[in-house]
């Protein structure tokens, strides 16, 4: 892997991580009416958050790079036991195809699972794939 290429990639996993943050709070405060899945959780209250080890960046459609669209997408998904997406949603749209691109980069993402009471357990949590042309 080539030195931009990894500095991007720790990049990336860092922004995921800060948005996660940053955001995480804000974008998990659903209604209480939501209810989970038996065995999956939320973070906090004792169940910490799942760690990103593998991120790659969605890549662009050419229809979004023509019409030089920007934006957020807002997937809602599962992190199971064994650190691996399930269950991705769109709760925030930007374009048909970039959602679909998005959902396609986070369903290869690889984490470290989270955990309560020490062991690793479902947790459900929303991520923002950033679109950005420069």
């Not at 990639?9 to 996660?20: D, E, Q, R």
């Not at 749209?93 to 970039?98: C, F, H, N, Q, V």
């Not at 950033?130 to 420069?134: A, G, M, N, Q, T």
């Given at each position: 892997m080539s030195t931009t290429k990894r500095y991007l990639?720790?990049?990336?996993?860092?922004?995921?991580?800060?948005?996660?943050v940053i955001n995480g709070a804000a974008l998990l405060?659903?209604?209480?009416?939501?209810?989970?899945?038996?065995g999956v959780y939320r973070p906090g209250h004792?169940?910490?958050?799942?760690?990103?080890?593998?991120?790659?960046?969605?890549?662009?459609t050419d229809?979004?790079?023509?019409?030089?669209?920007?934006?957020?997408?807002?997937?809602?998904?599962?992190?199971?036991?064994?650190g691996k997406v399930r269950d991705i949603k769109v709760t925030k749209?930007?374009?048909?195809?970039?959602d679909k691109q998005a959902i396609a980069a986070v369903s290869t993402w690889k984490f470290e699972p989270g955990t309560k009471d020490g062991k690793p357990v479902a947790i459900q949590l929303p991520v923002e794939v950033?679109?950005?042309?420069?």
């Open positions: 990639s720790n990049h990336v996993l860092f922004a995921i991580a800060f948005l996660f405060a659903q209604d209480p009416a939501d209810k989970l899945p038996e004792g169940v910490t958050a799942p760690k990103a080890t593998y991120a790659p960046q969605p890549e662009y229809k979004a790079r023509k019409q030089k669209i920007n934006g957020t997408v807002v997937l809602t998904m599962v992190v199971t036991e064994e749209s930007l374009d048909r195809g970039l950033d679109f950005r042309l420069y």
